[in-house]
């Protein structure tokens, strides 16, 4: 694998956090505006694969932590647990159900079953990505 | 009716030059004819649904329904898990032809037409 | 009633955990539960015999009328009764029979749950419920005829009944389909009470063909009946369980359930009647032919269900009578005569009946039960068989038109062989010279007694009080017939001509048994050449054709050339598309470029540029980078015409598809000029006809819309009771959250084989 340029690799580390709060935030405003689970996991995973280009594939590893299969299995999980609420309710499977919680300084907060089910979507795409890219990467060494 | 026909004609053409390639004994040019293809599929299902300028399915701030017509947003929809889905798919489909090529050791898909090798 | 079904496939699935806690007495300990529901059904028999029927329904799939809805009348209950009632039998007398076998927990398993779809199949009130019972017992009885799965007799005999037993499934489904829609329901108490007559219908003809293949395959009826005395290749108990009282029954059941509808048509008549009674002719000549004892006793079964067939169709009082007789005293000798034949096997390793004689002082038991079971086999006084066989030939004396005469010389004929049918496996293994066996001649242990005793004391008890079986009875045939036959059962119908043909046909039976050895020879030189063109040789054939006809579909359509497969699927959407084209009377396109602004024009040829330049460049590189332009361009189009999302997304895609490429595709060789010219050439006019006619497609569908776009209810409703102001995305995550559920799992599927064939080639390679 090719070594990463200086330049690269000092751009990355200012990127990765940048691009990483990028992608939350097109994760929680998805559901008003453009974004979404899918363009967010999207650019996540983006933003890890450009480390592992700039790096190598150990160290990628090693900043993610968590082994994007695991991720693929917790998204998944997310994803078909939301609708089990409105199962209990007595409501078709994945109906979405809306709970508005007070939070002590930080105001009022809009908690949602499609909200799980979206941050479902995004471990998914970056679970589905990076075990590829990185499974490929590694194979190449 | 704005740029259907012209999305038509496009179509029609990514479809032609993607059955091309697939129709290769070449490999990678099947992987590339499958890229192909899914772009020309997606804009088919997009194209069908009528196509609007400069109106997102997009909810402004304080209103309960989009002033005016809006694009249909179930077409975009579907596609959007289209692009996500078929790009799975060519990973998939790439890795399967590398190995595939390990195995054979050719990039002939003529080489590849026996369950035993 | 759901409950006592489903507790039988609960305890199935339990039956090895209880085998291996209980050890060598499991058959009883788990006959406890057949006998638990014979009491449960016998609780309903004074409700039924006062003439009235129970329904009972739970919803299961309401928007399809499939329900779980159970009926019971005399019909359903005599099943339901004889099948637990023979269960607990069977049950029991199988946990000796097979004990210490090492696969006696499935075995357990297997009968347990074929006997709750049995019970399932004649208590259903929907008939799709039933039909899927009705393939249930296909499916199991498969897995227990083939249960000694080591010989290829028993695979080959289990495969065989399957395929003649499922492939007239089939014809049934269609019939029952055709059924409920010309009867407008779905649950036979309403078709059956229904004020319209189907016979009037155009569908009639077609639906009582099909329900009769499904049902004369699954009764062995001729021409179908070869698979059942193969399928005597199942232990003994399955013998004695499936293929006399329950699963061949099934096709009986089904016909007398349908009479009083379908039935009363020359159609039916003739067809029941005729293909009965050649059946029942048939069974008892091959029965006489046949030396090994099981083989004896299929073939008197086959004998028996033409004989029921036969009675259905002539459809008389008399008929339903005999019929609803004939059902009981059958299942309780012949359960009784199969758990003895496995008797004699167990107790001296002996099948073939001209090798037994003499067991009556080993055997007294087995010898006294299997004379008092093969004399009602023979419909000999004062038993229940001799009470069936006299209301047979009244009913066979009384058919319509020619079947008058045809019926009653076959049934007597049959009579006359069926004589010595249990003449032979009555009599000649325990009297007579003792031969030489191969194991020492022993008593069977009493599980295997306490069943045939039963049986065949019951069959005594029956004969000679008829007036105890006489409330079921009625019901019953009130259930075939559809009217209440108001008879009462007699031992004794005084000196007439159904009594004349009995003493003939008892007369003429035993003469044949005297001289049996010299008969089957004689029959044997005679009847070879007619055994070259026998149905089973005729199913031989089509078996032998459908493996040569998918040895060669598979050379011509699945040859291993991907560019075939490609080839015909484009050609074949073509083909359709242009089909439909025609069909709705040509194309209209209107088309005006008029509307079209510069910088989508542009955007357009570039794209269309890039995918001809990648179809024809050799360089691998400029392939890569024109697919960007395709991919970016692609994106610019859904950004430019209000799809935002999809722009991102394609961008995102598009690099990501590069990383890919860049990733593996480079490690592939170079490309290579494969083709000749010629071949281009083809492949191109191939190309241009499928990129034509895509968009041609899309011009046609531009003026249409069939129906109002589901897309509006999206739009309204998104902010309203989705919260969500981006319409893509609340569709994404809520209105079609399954959609994309499910698209998440593809996505994990594809991960995950893209990991697994890295991982394991990198394992490959280590070792």
């Known amino acids: ?141 | 009716m704005t740029a259907e026909p012209l999305l038509a004609i496009l179509v029609g053409v990514l479809f032609a030059t993607a059955t091309y390639l697939m129709l290769r004994r070449s490999l990678v040019k099947l992987v590339i004819g499958l890229i192909l293809l899914s772009n020309a599929a997606n804009l088919l299902i997009f194209a069908t649904s009528g196509l609007t300028r400069g109106a997102p399915p997009l909810i402004p701030e304080g209103m309960l329904t989009p002033e005016g017509p809006v694009a249909d947003p179930l077409p975009q929809a579907l596609i959007l898990t289209a692009i996500v889905i078929s790009f799975g798919v060519l990973a998939f489909a790439v890795v399967l032809i590398h190995r595939a090529y390990e195995v054979v050791g050719a990039d002939d898909l003529d080489e590849m037409k026996d369950t035993d090798t | ?767």
Do not use: C
């Not at chain 3, 007579?432 to 022993?442: D, I, K, L, M, V």
């Not at chain 3, 994990?748 to 280590?766: C, P, Q």
């Open chain 1, 1 to 141: 694998m090719m070594a990463g340029s200086l330049i690269l690799q000092t751009g990355t580390r200012l990127l990765l956090p940048l691009l990483l709060l990028f992608s939350v935030f097109l994760l929680l405003r998805g559901h008003d505006e453009p974004g979404g689970g899918f363009i967010a996991g999207l650019v996540a995973a983006m933003a890890f694969a450009l480390y592992m280009f700039a790096f190598d594939v150990y160290k990628a590893r090693a900043i993610l932590r968590i082994d994007p299969r695991n991720m693929l299995g917790i998204g998944l999980l997310l994803a078909t647990v939301s609708g089990v609420p409105a199962l209990l309710q007595g409501r078709a499977y994945l109906t979405s159900l809306w709970w508005d919680v007070e939070v002590p300084l930080f105001g009022e907060l809009k908690l949602s079953t499609p909200l799980v089910f979206d941050i479902g979507v995004y471990l998914v795409v970056i679970g589905t990505v990076l075990t590829i890219v990185l499974a490929l990467a590694e194979a190449e060494e």
């Open chain 3, 1 to 767: 009633m759901l409950f006592a079904i489903l507790s039988i496939f609960v305890v199935a699935a339990l039956a090895p955990v209880v085998h291996r806690a209980t050890g060598r007495h499991s058959g009883w300990v788990l006959a406890l539960l057949p006998a638990a529901l014979f009491v449960y059904f016998a609780s309903f028999v004074p409700t039924v015999a006062a003439g009235e029927t129970v329904r009972l329904a739970w919803q299961w799939m309401p928007g399809l009328d499939v329900q779980f809805s159970f009926l019971i009348d005399g019909l359903s209950l005599m099943f339901a009764l004889l099948i637990a009632g023979i269960g607990v039998f069977v049950v029991s007398y199988a946990g000796r029979y097979l004990e210490g076998h090492r696969d006696l927990g499935r075995f357990y398993v297997l009968i347990l749950s074929f006997m709750g779809s049995m019970l399932g199949l004649v208590l259903a009130d929907n008939i799709i419920l039933m039909f899927i019972f009705w393939e249930l017992t296909s499916i199991t009885s498969y897995l227990l005829i083939g249960f000694n799965h080591e010989q290829l007799k028993a695979r080959k005999a289990a495969l065989q009944g399957l395929i003649v037993t499922v492939g007239g499934g089939l014809a049934l489904l269609a019939g029952l389909v055709l059924l409920g829609v010309a009867s407008g329901s779905w649950e036979l108490s309403e078709i059956l009470a229904g004020e319209d007559s189907l016979h009037e219908h155009a569908l009639y003809l077609p639906l009582v063909i099909l329900i009769l293949l499904g049902t004369f395959t699954k009764s062995a009826q001729f021409p179908f009946h070869f698979w059942l005395p193969n399928a005597m290749a199942a232990p003994t108990p399955v013998s004695a369980y499936l293929h006399s009282a329950t699963m061949v029954k099934a096709g009986v059941y089904l016909m007398a359930r349908l009479n009083p509808e379908l039935g009363g048509t020359e159609l039916w008549t003739w067809t029941l009647g005729l293909f009965g009674a050649v059946t029942m002719f048939t069974g008892a000549w091959m029965a006489i032919q046949s030396t090994e004892i099981k083989k004896l006793l299929a073939y008197s079964t086959v004998m028996a269900l033409g004989t029921l067939t036969m009675l259905i169709g002539i459809d008389s009082p008399y008929a339903a009578m005999a019929g609803a007789t004939f059902l009981l005293a059958h299942s309780l000798y012949k359960g009784a005569l199969f758990m003895l034949a496995g008797s004699i096997d167990h107790g001296t390793g002996e099948k073939e009946v001209p090798n037994m004689g003499g067991l009556r002082r080993a055997m007294p038991l087995t010898a006294a039960f299997s004379v008092i079971a093969a004399l009602s086999l023979a419909g000999l006084p004062p038993l229940f068989g001799f009470v069936g066989k006299e209301l047979m030939l009244e009913a066979a004396l009384g058919a319509p038109d020619a079947l008058g005469v045809v019926l009653p010389l076959l049934a007597v004929a049959s009579a006359i062989l069926v004589v010595a049918v249990a003449a032979i496996v009555g009599l000649r293994p325990f009297f007579g010279a003792r031969p030489e066996y191969a194991r020492t001649p022993h008593e069977s242990p009493g599980a295997m007694l306490a069943g045939p005793a039963v049986l065949a004391t019951l069959g005594l008890i029956f004969g000679i009080f008829p007036a105890l079986a006489q409330p079921l009875v009625v019901a019953t045939a009130t259930s075939i017939h559809g009217a209440d036959p108001e008879m009462q059962l007699k031992l004794w119908h005084g000196i007439n001509l159904p009594l004349g043909l009995s003493l003939l046909s008892l007369a003429a039976g035993l003469v044949i048994y005297r001289f049996w050895d010299s008969v089957r020879a004689g029959i044997g030189r005679v009847m070879a050449p007619a055994f070259r063109v026998a149905p089973e040789r005729g199913y031989d054939r089509f078996m032998d054709g459908l493996v040569w006809f998918s040895a060669f579909q598979t050379r011509v359509l699945q040859n291993g050339y991907l560019r075939t497969y490609v080839m015909v699927t484009m050609l074949t959407t073509v083909a359709l598309v242009l089909a439909t084209f025609a069909t709705l009377g040509g194309l209209e396109i209107t088309v005006s470029f008029a509307d079209i602004l510069v910088h989508e024009w542009v955007i357009a040829a570039l794209v269309a540029l890039a995918a001809l330049f990648v179809a024809t460049t050799n360089s691998r590189l400029a392939a890569v980078a024109s697919l960007g332009i395709i991919g970016f361009g692609v994106s610019l189009i859904y950004v430019f015409f209000s799809a935002p999302d999809l722009g991102i997304t394609q961008v995102l895609v598009e690099t990501l598809t590069v990383i890919l490429l860049v990733l593996v595709l480079f490690r592939l060789p170079g490309f290579l000029k494969f083709s000749n010219p010629l071949t281009r050439v083809r492949d191109v006019i191939a190309s241009l006809v499928v990129g034509v006619t895509m968009t041609a497609v899309l011009m046609a569908t531009l003026g249409v819309q069939y129906f109002p776009a589901i897309s509006e209810y999206h739009i309204a409703e998104s902010e309203p009771s989705a919260y969500g102001r981006n319409i893509v995305n609340v569709i994404l995550v809520d209105f079609r959250a399954l959609d994309t559920l499910g698209e998440l799992f593809v996505l994990a599927l594809a991960a995950v084989g893209v990991y697994a064939m890295i991982k394991f080639r990198a394992e490959d390679r280590k070792s």
